[in-house]
């Protein structure tokens, strides 16, 4: 095994490690469709490989986003079963740590293709534990990975083509001479009474202007007539993500007495009394997408989060607070 160039190069050979038919079983079963949100840099990909079923050319040109996608799921359950064997050392394993717990594995009938290509997506995804994964598959043959000569896109509406470099030049000179033509040409500006009135958007010279950027960015939420009524979007709650008991839609036969159960969810609006949220789940479903932010909000599992909005009347039900999104991991729900 020649040795590892970087962490790109490591989700893309540890997909080809794995059984190609497996893979494709996988990729069958999932649903694409524009109506599930999946990103286009994502879902566009793996329907092509749901059409093509050639893993090894999608791995090697396919966008590195749909790859560590779909290397993702395939390896989430030994990702799961590593993590409960590490216990607490699971954020920061030594590297005997982390060989024993690959070694009870291996005894415990997990493959040396799923091991392997578990090592290659923590490399990829850069754990604290990426350099003693490097050495296991360095030193260990039986995790060997197989080359991948990436094919370089030649420009698509996901990858923007190259542009040589002189006519990258070419265009700026022209840029820059239009602009001075401007500035010799154009007769000065005439005087203008100042506004009173503040444009929209406009920055408070006081204000943070990280702040303010911030505020701007971020996509502001409609709600309905019955939701406003209730919460506001503009609460300081909006944006976290709490830890609180959400009702179940239908009662199970089989636990009728059981009908909330305690789990993450996106406060979408909120009131001293209430919050609007959007559960998070474990299991995927039409109406559900997988929620980015899992793993830095320490969820222990991929993880879905629900299109659905429910109010929850948090005066009796306790509430912990988990961690607050970005306004790009806000942005990227809607």
Known sequence: MSALVGPADALRRGLV???????LEVVSTLDLRPSTKISPAVGMPLRGLQ????????????????????????VAHSLDRVIELL??????????????????????????????????????????????????????????????????SSGSLLSPKEVDPAVREARRQRRENAKNKKKVSAPPPRPSKARTTPSVGAVDPDEDLSTAVMAISRRRINLTPAEARVVDVDHPKAGLVVSVEIPFDAVDPATP???????PALVVAASDSALLVRGVYSNQFTNRQLFGPWRRLGLDHPSYISDDR?????????????????????????
């Open 17 to 23: 490690r794995l059984d190609a038919t497996t893979v």
């Open 51 to 74: 059409q093509r079923r050639d893993v090894a050319s999608f791995a090697a040109s396919a966008p590195l986003v749909a790859v560590r996608a779909l290397l993702e799921l395939l």
């Open 87 to 152: 216990g607490e050392h699971s954020e920061r394993p030594t590297y005997d740590q982390l060989t024993a717990a690959v070694d009870t594995m291996r005894a415990d009938g997990v493959g040396d293709d799923d091991l392997a290509a578990l090592l290659a997506f923590a490399i990829g995804e850069q754990f604290p534990a990426a350099e003693h994964c490097r050495r296991l598959l360095e030193e260990r043959t039986e995790f060997a990975l197989p080359d991948v000569t990436v094919v370089e």
């Open 257 to 263: 007495d059981v009908r909330a159960k305690e789990r």
């Open 310 to 334: 429910r109010v929850i009347d948090v005066t009796a039900t306790p509430v912990v607070e988990l961690a607050r999104l970005t306004d790009s991991e806000w942005n990227s729900l809607w």
